[in-house]
């Protein structure tokens, strides 16, 4: 009889293993439904799982449950992080009364007139207001917002808009990585980090001079392989049109802009008072509480943000994400990654150790952030870190923070803004193919993956 459950379990965590395999090759495919796709993933794992597997043993020996829920359904809403949902469902209502407001617009038109159409000075104010923006924004609300904007403005001055499409989209995920809240992989790790060993300002703290160094990188970068581009000069004629553009013209009300940027500056420093150790509120709760300030702020209702501001799709995706892996890994399947680092850590990790942890997850998390998606390789790498000893020096997690992030502009199925961008563009008549932009963007992915190693190492040698 034992031998018998234990070639379920074999057979189950095998079928489990293809399926999600299954599911992400599918989600690579162009005109798929990657809601529809994941979600029905989840579906067929979680049949799978309950049918084959000893699913409590499961969940307590791999996903460290310290109480398995008698239902499996409650055992399965366990697997999903309710805090990165609700910070997904927060910073989505409150762009949507930011752009409705018509603040990026007037953003946007503010540095066309400031840069007079330099190409330089408009590439860098856009990849700067890109990275800002990528600072509290979720990447997709960030490459939507300004991927047109930077069509819209490329189209006016009449150049090419590949160079700046593409360093907007990289710049958010490098915009992405200073805040907990502004990307997947941050929220996903933020929320797995002891409550008291790890704040917002913290985070940032530890994060920033990093992006800043690989916008520096990405700056000089861009400056050398589009040099061509980037010297075209603009015609007295057309700086004198700039200089006549009015950013307020297009404003129904002044009033807006400067509501949103009450908004957005009590976003901010809400995310700032959760880092006070007395404080109660997280940082979702801040942003759930910043909604509420909004709509008030904006005297209007929420039903209509619940109906066009929410990112939906967006939401359910992400639920059906977590369930999918975090039953992959209750079967069992990532254990021989994790077996491997903690027989390299020891029982009693070394400097040493954690080096070499942190260049293997550096070398193996980029592929897999590269082909698999940031939020699926964030989500293997947070179980992976769960099921190592604890204690880990806070310059290994950064290790797998900045492993998640970085790998997703390896390829375009690594991010959903990097393939956004390339539609943009596609649809502009500049098409780029999955090859090309592999090609061309590989020396600067290496480049901060590296990099991203090396500021892991730095923060361990540290002691940090």
């Not at 923070?401 to 008549?429: C, D, F, Q």
Request: proline content about 4%.
């Amino acid at each position: 009889m034992a031998g018998l459950l234990g070639e379920l379990q074999w057979i189950g965590t095998i079928l489990i293993v293809i399926v999600v395999l299954a599911t992400i090759i599918l989600l690579t495919k162009e005109g798929i439904d990657s809601t529809k796709i994941t979600a029905t993933g989840a579906l067929v794992v979680s049949l799978l799982y309950l049918i084959l597997m000893d699913w409590e043993k499961g969940f307590r020996d791999n996903l460290a449950f310290e109480e398995v829920p008698h239902n499996f359904l409650e055992a399965l809403a366990k697997t999903v992080n309710i805090e990165a949902i609700l910070i997904i469902f927060s910073i989505g209502i409150i762009v949507a009364i930011t752009k409705g407001a018509g603040f990026f617009d007037f953003v946007s038109l503010y540095i066309v007139k400031l840069t007079r159409g330099d190409p330089k000075k408009l590439i860098l104010a856009l990849g700067g207001l890109t990275f800002f923006v990528s600072m509290f924004f979720d990447n997709l609300s960030a490459i939507i917002l300004l991927g047109s904007l930077t069509v819209v403005t490329c189209k006016q001055l009449e150049i090419n808009p590949e160079p700046y499409v593409l360093f907007v989209g990289i710049n958010t995920i490098i915009g992405g990585l200073p805040t907990p809240v502004s990307s997947i992989p941050n929220i996903i790790f933020f929320n797995l980090y002891p409550e008291e060993g790890m704040s917002f300002i913290k985070f940032t703290a530890y994060m920033f001079p990093i992006a800043i160094l690989f916008f520096a990188i990405a700056s000089a970068f861009f400056f050398f392989v589009y040099r061509k581009q980037l010297r075209i000069k603009v015609t007295d004629e057309k700086k004198e049109q700039i200089g006549r553009i009015n950013p307020w013209s297009g404003i129904a009300d002044r009033k807006n802009i400067w509501k949103s940027l009450i908004l957005l500056s009590f976003l901010f420093v809400g995310f700032l008072l959760t880092s006070i150790p007395s404080n109660p509120l997280d940082v979702a709760l801040m942003a759930l509480i910043s909604v509420f300030f909004g709509l008030f702020l904006f005297r209007t209702d929420l039903k209509r943000y619940l109906r066009e501001g929410v990112e939906w799709e967006m939401i359910i995706f992400a639920i059906a994400l977590f369930v999918l892996m975090g039953l992959l890994t209750a079967a069992g399947a990532l254990l021989p990654l994790t077996n491997m680092l903690t027989g390299v850590l020891g029982p009693d990790p070394t400097t040493g150790g954690l080096i070499l942890v942190a260049v293997i997850i550096g070398a193996v998390g980029l592929p897999i952030a590269g082909f698999l998606n940031s939020f699926s390789a964030a989500l293997i790498f947070s179980y992976i870190f769960k099921a190592l000893p604890a204690g880990l020096l806070t310059g290994l997690w950064f290790g797998f923070v900045l492993s998640g992030n970085i790998g997703g502009a390896l390829t375009p199925l690594g991010s959903i803004t990097i393939l956004m961008s390339l539609e943009i563009l596609n649809r502009e008549g500049y098409p780029i193919s999955f090859l090309k932009y592999v090609k061309r963007m590989l020396p600067l992915t290496l480049a901060c993956g590296v990099l991203g190693v090396a500021y892991s190492i730095f923060l361990i040698a540290l002691g940090l």
